[in-house]
């Protein structure tokens, strides 16, 4: 079986591949800026709706609390009614809360990844930017030495 020899590479086609791979790191880049801030900002909503709700709830649990002792100590309907709608109240909370968190719990992994990817791209593009800087330095020039009379 002969094998089909690869031809060898032009430097015009190493050239333009080059600039295509450094502008699909530089793409790369931005879109992560892009996204890595605009899921930042979800992630603050979502910590300050959390912050917001948790207080809801705990002084929802003190009225319905204090409900409680009210509606066992006078059973009258309207401490019935008062118990109910702090029981309703707190279950709207509860459910609330677990959306919270369910919304958090998918934010959080993607927005590390994303920060990871971002630190990545980075580092890549400083590094070929140290390597182009120093591939494109001038080459130093050389003094002849005066030779010697003998």
Same mark, same amino acid.
């Given at each position: 079986m002969a094998t089909k020899k690869r031809p060898i590479a032009k430097s015009a086609s190493v050239e333009k591949n080059l600039a295509v791979a450094l502008e699909k790191l530089n793409a790369a880049s931005t879109d992560g800026d892009k996204a ?21 709830? /705990? &002084?929802?649990?003190?009225? #319905? %609390?204090?409900? $409680?002792? +009210? *509606?066992?100590?006078? !059973?009258?309907?309207?401490?019935? @009614? ?9 279950? /709207? &909370?509860?459910?609330?809360? #677990? %959306?919270?968190? $369910?919304? +958090? *719990?998918?934010?959080? !992994?993607?927005?590390?990844?994303? @920060? ?16 182009? %800087? ?17």
């Open positions: 890595v801030a605009a899921r930042s900002k979800i992630s603050k909503q979502l910590n300050a709706e959390s912050r917001r709700l948790n207080k809801k709830r /705990a &002084t929802q649990l003190k009225r #319905a %609390k204090v409900a $409680a002792v +009210k *509606a066992k100590a006078d !059973p009258s309907a309207e401490s019935r @009614k008062a118990l109910r709608t702090a029981v309703s109240e707190l279950a /709207a &909370t509860r459910t609330a809360l #677990a %959306k919270n968190r $369910a919304a +958090k *719990a998918v934010n959080t !992994p993607e927005l590390s990844a994303l @920060k990871a990817a971002q630190r990545q791209a980075t580092a890549y593009g400083k590094a070929i930017a140290q390597a182009d %800087k120093a591939l494109n330095k001038p080459k130093k020039k050389r003094r002849k030495r005066a030779r010697k009379a003998a």
